[in-house]
């Protein structure tokens, strides 16, 4: 349905502090102060929660039981299960999932509208953050780019990036009606060195 993707890039847009962290910086190489790399083993993968316990991952589908750290811009609020994981978005692919979870840590999520998370990722269960990105991989839009300090030392090791695009999975600006429903792609990058490298991109087309 098209009220999935809407609510796709409306995710994308809000769970970043960009929409506040003053005026937009242009987007091109990124460069940053030498630091030693982190590797992420697995599929590290977004996911939100609200309230009322449901919420959404994009990647690959999420399992029964896997749990997600959930993190605000100042601290690491806690870990959710997912209880069961149903796709979101029907068309030629998917990779939107509208998910369950259990709140076996009894996180405070009253009054959350939406709580942004890592799935496949260890993070400082203090410190980790959501961090502000200034710039963004090969010419992709910054205001839909979500960074990501996972052990609290101040620096995005993860950005998320989702955007609109074409068949190449290349950056495209596209208009959203009744009538067109632009193909939409989402991208992981880490911290290697003094540039970010792309752990995975997942491609969604005729997402209905």
């Given at each position: ?19 506040d962290?003053?005026?937009p ?8 102060i030498e ?52 796709p ?9 999932w ?11 999520f ?13 993070v ?19 205001e ?11 620096r ?12 190449q ?14 193909s939409?792609?989402i991208e ?8 970010f ?12």
């Amino acid at each position: 349905m098209r009220l999935a993707l809407l609510g796709f890039l409306g995710f994308a847009a809000l769970v970043g502090p960009n929409a506040d962290a003053g005026p937009p910086t242009k987007a091109g190489k990124v460069v940053r102060i030498e630091r030693r790399s982190k590797r992420f083993g697995g599929e590290p993968r977004v996911c939100s929660v609200s309230s009322t316990m449901v919420g959404y991952c994009y990647g690959t589908q999420p399992q029964p039981g896997n749990t997600v750290s959930f993190m605000d811009a100042t601290h690491t609020l806690g870990q959710a299960t997912i209880d069961k994981a149903d796709p979101a978005c029907k068309g030629t692919s998917n990779a939107m999932w509208m998910v369950h979870y259990r709140n076996d840590a009894a996180v405070d999520f009253a009054g959350v509208d939406s709580a942004t998370g890592l799935l496949d990722v260890t993070v400082d269960p203090h410190n980790a953050k959501i961090v502000a990105v200034d710039e963004v991989p090969r010419n992709r839009p910054i205001e839909n780019a979500t960074g990501f300090d996972v052990d609290g030392d101040g620096r995005r090791d993860l950005e998320f990036l989702a955007f609109t695009c074409d068949d190449q999975g290349e950056y495209t600006v596209a208009s959203l009606s009744a009538t067109n429903i632009p193909s939409t792609c989402i991208e992981m990058w880490y911290a290697s060195g003094q540039t970010f490298e792309r752990l995975h991109a997942d491609h969604m087309s005729n997402c209905y």
